[in-house]
Each structure stands twice: as structure tokens, then as C-alpha cells.
């Protein structure tokens, strides 16, 4: 990694993750292959600050550890790359087992339970799913018809704030990088919420 650390796939430790890295990472990685409209890729890091604006609006009292759990739900990209979704299933089971463990290590990394309990896990899920909804339809050219059958149509949100989130225009690298280390610095500034 860029700052140094080496950290080992098949095990990693929480004590050889750096959020530098992960924001440099989540930054460079492409969502959607790439295949998005714009000046550039709309990056895994500006997805997952997108995701944990979603879990907030649908849960206004979510507690700040949570929006940080939706901030990093997907830190493992930022060593393995983001595949879609029918590439891991034709991987199988060992390339879920390989992010979860690096999941659950950022996890412990950033104070967090390894495991999320299960609504919190559904919560992110579902904002996740919100977000690919948002990004294939406003980005990567589905019609809101084809992006129903693949993701969760924007349920639950005001009108205020889809039509914000809707306003989607992928960030540069270094701006999706500068943008998520400022959240997720505001995040563990207020880990005691």
C-alpha cells in the first residue's frame, strides 16, 4: 500500500489497514466497469459516501458508527477492484469469503463489530442497492424499467433529498478521495453519537 503497510488477503489485520489507503483506493476503482456517462468513472468512493447519505435519510437517527459502517461497506475494493455483481457469483463462494474477511478486519480497524448486526446490514443493503438504482439510471444508461429489475427503485427517501441524490456527476480521483476522508473523518470525530 501506499503508506507502506503489506497487507495479506488470505489474512489480513486490522493493524495493516490505513483509511489513506482505502480512500487512495475506493477513489481509483471504477463502479460499473467504468461504463458511465461524464469527464470521469464514478468511483467506488464517491458510491459509498453516496450509500451512507442514503442510510441516513432513510434512518434520520442512525447512529454515527452506522453511517460509518455504510461509509467503509465496501473497503475491501480498494485492494480487490469492484467486480459486478454476476462476475462474483461466477467466482464463487472463496471470492465473498476473501472480502468478508477484509471487511470484518477495517471493521475491527475503525472500532466496529466485525459482524454489523442484522438490521444495520440490511439497512446499508438496501441504501446500497438505492444507490445502484441511482447510478444506473442517472449514469450507466438503464431506464428506470430495466433498473427495477435489478435493484431497489429509491422507496423511503423525501422528495427533497432524491432529488438531490438524484443530481449524481462523478468526481475526479483526487476529489472522491478528498471527499470520503472528510466524511469519514467527521464520522470518527463523532463516534460517540
Known sequence: ?????????LNPSPLDIEIEDIAHGLARVARWNGQTTGDHALSVAQHSLLVERIASELRADLPTRWRLAALIHDAPEYVVGDLITPFKAAIGLDYHALEDRLLQATH??????????????ALIKRADKIAAFLEATQLAGFTDSEAR???TAPRGLNARALKELSALKPLSPPEAQREFMSRFQNLTENSSE
Open 1 to 9: 500500500m501506499l503508506s507502506g503497510r503489506r497487507l495479506d488477503l
Open 108 to 121: 475491527i480497524r475503525f472500532g466496529l463489530p466485525p459482524e454489523l448486526p442484522k438490521t444495520i446490514a
Open 149 to 151: 429489475r435489478f435493484f
